[in-house]
């Protein structure tokens, strides 16, 4: 089955420093993943769509300034968080979609997740 | 928003019990899914349910889905302690979109 990893797993930084997160498709190429941020207790809220070579595309109400989305390669999206506060705090999950189904597989409409990296921010 | 709503918030049955979720959403869908996630962890996969389908199994999991109500309902049947996670539903509108996510359900199943 598609895996995706995402590293680091835990995050603790001082507020004003600068946090990258990777998201990786172990064993498939994903042109498309995805940016999800996720408050305790709440649901996953898409932050942004990103393409493989293109720029990121992000939902209403997400600073693309703040939140840097770079997917320069067909097994690796990232994202960046610029200047992290203690509001920026949260579970941050990404998801990369097969462009064909794996065999067996549930087909190219499922997003396969990454385990999620907790962001804390001091 | 987007965002579809699911209910009952929490819910906590007893092992053996069957366990029943709904999910509302907004707008016109190609496909609906529902994902688990355990507490601090990623997401699983469960169930893919497409707009011309009405029902769907898997094992212990039953998916149905309204299209004129625009809502969907997951059951898990004989329920067990290891089901005890969040549930989400997530609606796809076109095939490679964007999926939006449900406010979840929590169930926890005593044993």
């Known amino acids: 089955g598609a895996v995706v990893s995402q590293h680091p797993s835990r995050v603790i930084c001082k507020s004003g420093t600068s946090v990258k997160i990777e998201c990786r498709s172990l064993d498939f190429q994903a042109t498309t993943m995805f940016w999800y941020r996720q408050f305790p207790k709440q649901s996953l809220m898409l932050m942004a769509t990103s393409n493989e070579g293109s720029k990121a595309t992000y939902e209403q109400g997400v600073e693309k300034d703040k939140f840097l989305i770079n997917h320069a390669s067909l097994t690796l999206s990232t994202l960046t968080v610029t200047s992290a506060h203690p509001e920026d705090s949260s579970f941050y999950i990404c998801s990369a979609r097969l462009p064909t189904g794996l065999a067996g597989g549930p087909g190219p409409d499922t997003q396969y997740f990454g385990p999620g990296t907790r962001l804390t921010v001091l | 928003s987007q965002q579809g709503e699911e209910d009952p918030q929490a819910l906590s049955i007893q092992e053996g019990e069957n366990a029943t979720m709904n999910c509302s959403y907004k707008t016109s869908i190609n496909n609906l899914q529902w994902y688990r996630q355990n507490s601090g962890r990623g997401l699983v996969h469960l169930i893919l349910?497409?707009?011309?389908?009405r029902e769907k199994h898997s094992g212990r999991l039953r998916v149905t889905l309204d299209t004129s109500k625009k809502s969907s309902s997951l059951l898990i049947t004989a329920s067990r302690a290891a089901d005890t996670a969040s549930y989400f539903c997530a609606t796809e509108k076109f095939t490679g979109n964007q999926f939006y996510f449900g406010t979840g359900t929590s169930l926890t199943v005593i044993p």
């Open positions: 349910i497409r707009s011309n389908e």
